[in-house]
């Protein structure tokens, strides 16, 4: 049997339709949907911490990345700024290491930030992959790969 995943119009009252966000039943449908859930999840672990979001995605998932920005703007209490970055291809490595290091290098620096103060939070493609093409130190962590400390690339 073939698994429909909901409408996004659907997800967005589901989002809507959530009276607090540690609702487990109800947040863990919003977790379940392929394609969302998994950034979804991280966020909500990291929300009353987190101020600056960089959600990278390819053109295909804009509608997937714009229902992520409704839930952050739902829950996010408005202290969280979503900042969508296209990438045209997510396989190019090249591509993908060039936005993370442009966000490292003007990104923080635009908003007052240090190395320090990010967390790379790893949702989609395959974890391993990322971290060894981005050259990022691993800490497990809950089911999701979590990276701390980024090494800077030269």
């Given at each position: 049997m073939i698994r429909?995943?909901?409408?996004?119009?659907?997800?967005?009252?589901?989002i809507d339709s959530i009276k607090d966000r540690e609702d487990e039943e109800e947040m863990g449908k919003l977790y379940e949907i392929i394609g969302?859930?998994?950034?979804i999840k991280a966020i909500n672990h990291h929300l009353g911490k987190l101020e600056w979001c960089w959600l990278l995605h390819t053109g295909k998932s804009s509608v997937s990345m714009g229902l992520v920005e409704d839930f952050v703007k739902t829950f996010g209490g408005g202290t969280v700024?979503?900042?969508?970055?296209?990438?045209e291809d997510i396989n190019k490595i090249g591509e993908v290491s060039k936005v993370v290091d442009?966000?490292?290098?003007?990104?923080?620096e635009e908003r007052g930030l240090v190395q320090s103060d990010v967390i790379v939070d790893v949702t989609g493609g395959t974890p391993r992959w990322w971290v060894q093409h981005l050259r990022?130190?691993?800490h497990r962590k809950t089911g999701t790969w979590s990276t701390w400390n980024r090494i800077p690339v030269s």
């Open positions: 429909k995943e909901p409408t996004p119009e659907k997800i967005r009252v589901m969302i859930g998994q950034t700024k979503v900042k969508p970055v296209e990438i442009d966000i490292y290098r003007n990104g923080l990022l130190p691993v």
